[in-house]
């Protein structure tokens, strides 16, 4: 897995350099994928089991998922114009495989980087002395929430980054009433160690974001207000401090919809499978519409 992971990578990169297709294009998919076989490899070499080879079928799960996720943050982004595609090829069905390639690796790969980081025993158990207030109910976080989702889309100008923390408050709620173990629980314990976890995941992997996506052909660039001039790669700089934040939103929101899978019916999968396809053949068709700037070919 390691070494299918690691020739993957290099080869890409070598035809991405040379601009061979389909490497130059998609290079952001192959270096995402290459990554996620290396972390799995080194993760089931150190503990004897991973995610991709132990339980495939969860892997698979959450890599559906994270596509819908990620149609979420894109529709919001029909409001925000944070970002916006160029040089995606003018072939309809191969940009719409490669958004759900490419979005199916979001959520994969920050699991798979805190499992790595766990394993490596990059974070011991550590505890605080400043704990989350447990007088503070789920009601009220919930509205913390709603008020973090709302400002952005009447002044997205002024509030478009509170949408990255925005459905951790309206969602870990709802986790701790299904009887999850959130988060929450563990910051007012004092309890550190997966926030600790999650917040490098998010860095490491929004690093890698940019810097894939620097060299792809297909790729996004940004527009946003007032940061937009000092850049890391696509990215401005002050931007990165969104990825551990994000990281966090798509653990909490990720618990929520596997708890809500393992509720259902097989009727009621079949059916939330059904909406999720939809609702991505639908914000393919909006991207395409409203979110890219140039094609080629």
Not at 112 to 119: K, Q, V
Request: proline residues 4%.
């Amino acid at each position: 897995m390691i070494l299918l992971g690691l020739g993957t990578l290099t080869l890409s990169f070598h035809c991405m350099r040379i601009g061979r297709e389909p490497f130059a294009t998609w290079f952001y998919n192959f270096a995402w994928w290459s990554y996620i076989l290396v972390i799995d490899g080194l993760v089931y070499r150190r503990r004897g089991e991973s995610l991709l080879l132990s339980y495939p079928r969860r892997f698979l799960l959450l890599a559906a998922w994270s596509s819908v996720l990620w149609f979420l943050f894109e529709a919001l982004n029909f409001r925000l114009n944070n970002w916006f595609y160029v040089g995606l090829p003018s072939s309809s069905v191969a940009r719409w495989i490669g958004y759900f390639m490419a979005y199916a690796t979001v959520v994969p790969a920050l699991f798979e980087t805190m499992d790595c980081l766990d394993a490596a025993g990059f974070v011991r158990d550590k505890e605080s002395k400043y704990k989350l207030s447990s007088r503070v109910r789920g009601r009220v976080w919930g509205g913390v929430g709603i008020v973090l989702l709302v400002l952005p889309m009447i002044w997205p100008r002024y509030f478009f980054p509170l949408v990255w923390g925005g459905f951790a408050f309206l969602v870990e709620p709802w986790n701790e009433r299904w009887g999850q173990r959130g988060l929450w629980a563990d910051l007012r314990e004092g309890r550190l160690r997966r926030v600790i976890l999650l917040l490098w995941s998010g860095l490491i992997c929004g690093g890698l974001w940019e810097f894939w996506n620097f060299w792809a052909r297909a790729k996004w660039e940004y527009s946003v207000p007032f940061v937009g001039s000092l850049k890391m790669f696509e990215m401005p700089v002050l931007g990165y401090l969104g990825f551990p934040v994000f990281a966090v939103e798509c653990f909490i929101m990720t618990m929520a919809v596997v708890t809500l899978w393992n509720r259902l019916s097989r009727i009621g999968r079949w059916s939330l499978g059904f909406v999720g396809l939809a609702f991505g053949l639908l914000s393919c068709w909006a991207i395409d519409h409203f979110t890219v700037r140039s094609f080629y070919g």
